[in-house]
């Protein structure tokens, strides 16, 4: 999708017009494999890196656009937020040092975006959810300004008909309407791809099915957004419901998300996965197609098939398949998707390293695998995965072991066996699997992300906390350290950068509130039970209409006169109030030229927290 410009699909004509481009794609993708001109060696590799863009202060930034035109180099390109970039690197053969070219060329690149972003007081990092998001960055006005992502916005919204609910339970819980796809803009991935022969391609995708909860196990890295410990995996859940299409899954049509793991074994062909998708999920998007696939074909040439790619693109299988064509010659190749940014370079080579070396080595008691286990079995596994990481117990061959079991007596050897078989140079096979396996002595980025996380929020408030959270991640990035090998970071850590202190590192929003009809008796002991001196009126919109402090009402403690009087008797009307991201020192000065104690916190006109001297020490 990203090299054509698309638009909505809505006239009847062009639906027409969209689905015979379809139809022929799959003639022609049919008559590839039939005739024997998919190509079948050698097998190559190849990966996409999506990271983050952050200011000095380690919030996100939406500058992608300034910097990818600094760049002016095609392998970077644009994400639907504006502060997202993508590199995709060229593909290399699966052999030798393979693994330590591609983590060489990665880190070449990445310091190549590193200097331009720096120009640009920006720096690049990489995270499967930054932590330091925010939900303001998932407004519209963060969406990258190309008509593609405005489109894909747009029909999905036009399919769904209402806002999309996102509700993510973990150790914290996450219930959030929302009105755009910009929450997808929350997931960065490290995205695998495995070019497969035709010959082997329903057994090789049934086996990277089987295999995607342990692997993602030992790979998450993404348990915090917008400050709550969800998912260890949070992205797995998140992108699943951020870019779903229907209004109601009970609906006889599309049953399944745009996003999901597949609901069954595959048993038939390569065209057959596309001829599902086709059939589960209508088109979103067409573009312009100048092109007669079968008439490309009787004159020898390659045809790339966009109608079909396009149509792919907007189909999101956490393995997904993919047709494209190289060097002339067309190939067919598994899209591993799951796997997040991060924690470092060294990390995401040996996910990969893991993930390919399974997928080759792939054992012969589990050859068509889709004969001896039930697909509900292997897509519990994933989901398991995605919430609890390394703590999952799985269905594996008939019987329940623990994922660190699994990985570190059955797979871990698989892996290598497979990496062997490629003829992958010893020194690398041990460099990356060692990584995977002092990662299941240690922790994984998402535990790591926890311990840490929660070590810090006993003496910072949240912000603070995953502002120093992110720093570390960065300069432990910088240095290209295996996650196994990072620090839990201590309570009275600080950052080492200078941070920008705005009235939301400060605020308390665990407040209690009262309505104006409530008795001035009841709120006084609730004041003195809680040892609180503000209390925010609030009336049935949320809407902060009144403030009470101890100096208005202590005058009342033990008077009789409490008992009959209200709230909106005695509440000051005329407020002073802040927002969440006015420099911290502006509001000291506030609070201090108007001689007030309290400081009410009002987003989009309701209360969501508060700003006293308590929260100053002043």
Not at 31 to 49: F, M, V
Not at 103 to 127: F, M, P, Q, W
Not at 183 to 194: R, V
Not at 599 to 615: F, Q, S
Request: charged content about 25%; aromatic content about 8%; glycine content about 4%.
């Amino acid at each position: 999708m990203g090299n054509l410009e698309v638009s909505v699909l809505n006239r009847k004509k062009d639906r027409a017009s969209f689905v015979n481009h379809l139809i022929k794609d799959l003639q022609a993708l049919d008559h590839l494999i039939e005739n024997d001109l998919i190509e079948k060696s050698p097998i190559r590799i190849g990966a996409e890196q999506e990271f983050c863009l952050i200011n000095n202060y380690f919030l996100p930034v939406n500058n992608s656009l300034d910097i990818l035109e600094d760049l002016d180099d095609d392998h970077f390109t644009t994400e639907i937020g504006r502060y997202n970039l993508e590199l995709n690197l060229d593909p290399l053969e699966l052999t030798s040092d393979c693994f330590s070219r591609l983590h060489k060329t990665l880190n070449s690149y990445l310091k190549k975006a590193e200097v331009i972003a720096n120009k640009h007081d920006s720096r690049i990092i990489l995270t499967g959810i930054l932590p330091t998001l925010r939900l303001r960055h998932i407004s519209e006005e963060y969406m990258t300004e190309k008509p593609r992502y405005f489109a894909l916005n747009d029909a999905i919204k036009r399919s769904r008909q209402q806002d999309f609910w996102i509700h993510i339970k973990g150790v914290d819980e996450l219930n959030l309407m929302h009105d755009s796809v910009m929450l997808e803009a929350c997931n960065t991935s490290f995205q695998m791809h495995l070019q497969i022969n035709p010959d082997e391609f329903i057994d090789k995708y049934n086996w990277a099915q089987a295999i995607a909860g342990p692997v993602l196990s030992v790979c998450v890295n993404s348990p915090i957004l917008f400050g709550k410990e969800l998912w260890s995996e949070t992205r797995i859940a998140l992108f699943n419901q951020s870019t779903d299409t229907r209004a109601n899954s009970f609906v006889l049509n599309e049953k399944q998300a745009r996003v999901s793991f597949g609901s069954h074994w595959e048993t038939k062909g390569i065209t057959d996965i596309f001829k599902d998708n086709i059939s589960r999920f209508r088109s979103l998007l067409t573009s312009d197609f100048d092109e007669d696939n079968m008439s490309q074909l009787e004159q020898g040439k390659i045809p790339k098939l966009k109608a079909l790619n396009l149509h792919n693109g907007t189909v999101y299988r956490w393995n997904r398949v993919c047709y494209g064509v190289g060097g002339g010659k067309p190939h067919v190749r598994i899209e591993c998707r799951y796997i997040p940014a991060g924690p470092s370079v060294l990390d995401e080579i040996a996910n990969m390293a893991l993930w390919i070396g399974l997928m080759m080595g792939q054992p012969e008691e589990f050859r068509n695998i889709h004969e001896r286990e039930d697909f509900r079995n292997v897509r519990a596994n994933f989901y398991k995965a995605g919430r609890t990481g390394l703590d999952s117990v799985f269905t594996w061959n008939g019987r329940q072991i623990t994922a660190k079991q699994l990985l570190l007596k059955e797979l871990l050897p698989i892996a290598r066996k497979g990496l062997e078989k490629c003829h992958i140079l010893e020194a690398d096979i041990d460099k990356y699997l060692n990584v995977i396996e002092k990662r299941l002595e240690t922790w994984n980025g998402a535990e790591w992300t926890v311990k840490s996380f929660r070590s810090l929020q006993e003496k910072k408030k949240p912000l603070e906390a995953m502002q120093v959270l992110t720093s570390y991640i960065y300069e432990n990035q910088k240095k290209d350290l295996p996650v196994s090998d990072w620090r839990i970071l201590e309570s009275d850590i600080s950052t080492h950068f200078h941070i920008q202190r705005i009235v939301k590192h400060n605020m308390n929003t665990n407040i209690y509130s009262v309505d104006p009809k409530d008795s001035l008796q009841l709120v006084i002991n609730m004041m003195l039970w809680n040892n609180i001196h503000h209390m925010p009126v609030i009336n049935s919109k949320k809407m902060i209409i009144g403030l009470l402090s101890w100096s208005d009402i202590e005058k009342y403690v033990g008077n009789g006169d409490s008992q009959q009087l209200y709230v909106q008797d005695v509440m000051k009307k005329d407020l002073i109030t802040t927002t969440q991201d006015q420099p911290l020192n502006e509001a000291v000065e506030l609070m201090k030229n108007n001689k007030i104690g309290c400081l009410p916190v009002i987003n989009r006109n309701k209360l969501i927290a508060i700003l006293t001297k308590n929260d100053l020490n002043i």
